[in-house]
T-cell receptor, first 112, second 114 residues
Framework: TQLLEQSPQFLSIQEGENLTVYCNSSSVFSSLQWYRQEPGEGPVLLVTVVTGGEVKKLKRLTFQFGDARKDSSLHITAAQPGDTGLYLCAGASNFGNEKLTFGTGTRLTIIP | SAVISQKPSRDICQRGTSLTIQCQVDSQVTMMFWYRQQPGQSLTLIATANQGSEATYESGFVIDKFPISRPNLTFSTLTVSNMSPEDSSIYLC???????????FGPGTRLTVL
């Protein structure tokens, strides 16, 4: 069974600070996604990474896929209250029509 | 990306009853999934809904408790049978539309069992 452990589980920081969320596994993934979920809604896809060592930027969010494709990180610069939510990483073992394994989740609260 | 709707958005049910949740997609998709999300937790996959055949259930989930229908490529239902308070959760459907296994989710159904 593949497991994706996220850390920290909870994070509460002041607006304007930087933060990093980690997603770790002992398994290799062909692709890894990050989702954000707000209360009362389903998760929304933020990014997909597929190449070991890949770095993708989405405005103030920077995503990195580990060289061995077993781990990933999400870095947020100058956090804003709108970044508040549950962040989930999810991995797939193969390309095409595969179910995802979801991480344990990081609940982020940005204090104005 | 696909647009997904779920009905009902929330419900409060009595112990021992059953509830059927509907998931409608605005385009034909091959892969549809049903998840459970318990309060404050991550997503747990219940099953993959297969069009024209029986759903594929994950370990710990059985067809008698969570029967699933998938009559066509745009619609699926999940029934939560003989409910108990432990079934109180958010139930989410999702679709996968790309070779990268990216999934798009419905808004969820919040179920409370008394």
């Amino acid at each position: 069974t593949q497991l994706l452990e996220q850390s920290p589980q909870f994070l509460s920081i002041q607006e304007g600070e930087n933060l990093t969320v980690y997603c770790n596994s002992s398994s290799v993934f062909s692709s890894l996604q990050w989702y954000r979920q707000e209360p009362g809604e389903g998760p929304v896809l933020l990014v997909t990474v597929v190449t070991g060592g890949e770095v993708k930027k989405l405005k103030r969010l920077t995503f990195q896929f580990g060289d061995a494709r077993k781990d990933s990180s999400l870095h947020i610069t100058a956090a804003q209250p709108g970044d508040t939510g549950l962040y989930l990483c999810a991995g797939a073992s193969n390309f095409g029509n595969e179910k995802l394994t979801f991480g344990t989740g990081t609940r982020l609260t940005i204090i104005p | 990306s696909a647009v997904i709707s779920q009905k009902p958005s929330r419900d409060i049910c009595q112990r021992g009853t059953s509830l059927t949740i509907q998931c409608q997609v605005d385009s034909q998709v091959t892969m549809m999934f049903w998840y459970r999300q318990q309060p404050g937790q991550s997503l747990t996959l219940i099953a993959t809904a297969n069009q024209g055949s029986e759903a594929t259930y994950e370990s710990g989930f059985v067809i008698d408790k969570f029967p699933i229908s998938r009559p066509n490529l745009t619609f699926s239902t999940l029934t939560v049978s003989n409910m108990s308070p432990e079934d109180s959760s958010i139930y989410l459907c999702s679709v996968a539309t790309t070779v990268l296994n990216e999934q798009f989710f419905g808004p969820g159904t919040r179920l409370t069992v008394l």
